[in-house]
């Protein structure tokens, strides 16, 4: 009895697990309209062509920034993954959260907001 007592405490202390939105269907559309702004500050899951991933827009300190459909890819320079897909192609299914772009450190034609990316896959076609 104090087992379960003790493993139902565990389990209403415990973090929430965070669950990344897959970006599908009327979903899709609605971040693609909005150009991702009706998902910010969300994890997100979204499949991407390896031809997104061919030249960077621009490149800082060690992360490139990728632009597919208006919408902003900032991943590391040289993230194993990343080389990976620019190698072999298919496509990349990219988890990250979005974000604001601050206007202060957008130039003219970068998106308004943008994916953290914390993962990139590569899947075959």
Do not use: N
């Not at 990219?94 to 604001?100: A, D, H, T």
């Amino acid at each position: 009895m104090k087992m379960l007592v003790l493993g139902l405490l565990l389990a209403a202390l415990s973090p929430a697990q965070k669950v990344d939105v897959v970006l599908e269907g009327a979903r899709l559309q609605r971040f693609l309209r909005s150009k991702a702004a009706s998902e910010s500050g969300r994890s997100v899951c979204w499949r991407v062509p390896s031809k997104t991933f061919s030249k960077p827009l621009r490149s800082r300190r060690g992360h490139d920034l990728f632009v597919h459909k208006g919408v902003g890819l900032v991943i590391g320079s040289r993230a194993a993954d990343l080389l990976e897909i620019r190698r072999r192609g298919g496509i990349a299914v990219v988890r990250g959260r979005v974000f604001r772009v601050p206007q202060k450190r957008r130039r003219k034609g970068d998106p308004a907001y943008a994916i953290d990316v914390r993962e990139i896959r590569r899947r075959r076609k």
